[in-house]
């Protein structure tokens, strides 16, 4: 597949890397620093260039920014008609402290007021980039840890479902974009469990229904 990434730092860096290893076709854009995308390509056997070069011919986008950049991301990314686009935000002010939308909005459903042509969906969002390694070198490992995904394109949610079994996850559906005024307040429980609770932030989770 070609993956274009959009913001190339923690999340869309990592992601970026594990789906070039996984044998996609993948395109880095969007750092403050032209030789950050050229260290992550090189390092990765994958390519960089502008936004609009890596929405060119891709088969799916990864939104991965602070949500105050976002605006400027979809400016430079043009027109996004049919584009599946995954998205891995979670709206947060500047201090990364709190949500800028809650409860009757999300993030996911902004972003889909703001683009209606692409087609959206939410997952990461709540997975520190942390456990992305560890997870990837444990791929094929039962069972595998969950990421929720979200969104009203079940063709997109498909394909997001593959790229996300393809570094060692298992997508687990958690409904449509509405659904993000739920999921993104728990991004920041994960941020507690990650990055103030002991024990590191290689946090991964999976939800059991039991029966009988
Ligand atoms: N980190 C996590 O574990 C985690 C987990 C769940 C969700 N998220 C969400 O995922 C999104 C991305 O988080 P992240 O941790 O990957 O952030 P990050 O490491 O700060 O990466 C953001 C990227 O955007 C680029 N950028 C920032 N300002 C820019 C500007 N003015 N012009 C051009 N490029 C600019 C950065 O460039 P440089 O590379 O040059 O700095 C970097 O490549 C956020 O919305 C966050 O809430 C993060």
Redesign the pocket.
């Known amino acids: 597949m070609k993956i274009g990434i959009f913001?190339?730092?923690?999340?869309?860096g990592k992601l970026g890397t594990l789906w070039a290893a996984s044998g996609h076709d993948v395109t880095f854009a969007?750092?403050?620093?032209a030789s950050?995308l050229e260290r992550l390509a090189q390092d990765s056997g994958a390519a960089h260039g502008s936004v609009a070069e890596a929405v060119e011919g891709a088969d799916a986008l990864l939104l991965?920014?602070?949500?105050s950049?976002v605006g400027d991301v979809l400016d430079q990314a043009g027109d996004l008609a049919g584009k599946i686009v995954l998205n891995?935000?979670?709206p947060?002010d500047a201090a990364n402290r709190d949500l800028v939308v809650g409860t009757t909005s999300s993030g996911a459903e902004e972003l889909a007021k703001m683009r209606p042509e692409a087609r959206w969906v939410s997952c990461?969002?709540t997975?520190?980039?942390e456990s992305f390694a560890p997870v990837f070198a444990r791929k094929g490992q039962a069972p595998a840890p969950q990421v929720f995904i979200y969104g009203d394109d079940s063709g997109a949610k498909d394909i997001a479902g593959q790229l996300i079994r393809d570094i060692g996850f298992e997508p687990l559906d958690t409904g449509g974009l509405r659904n993000g005024r739920y999921i993104e307040p728990f991004?920041m429980a994960t941020v507690e469990l990650a990055y103030v609770q002991p024990g590191g932030p290689a946090l991964t989770y999976r939800f059991t229904k039991l029966r009988g």
Do not use: D, E, I
């Open positions: 913001g190339s730092g923690l999340m869309g969007y750092a403050r620093s950050k991965a920014v602070h949500w950049r891995c935000c979670v947060l990461f969002n997975t520190p980039s991004a």
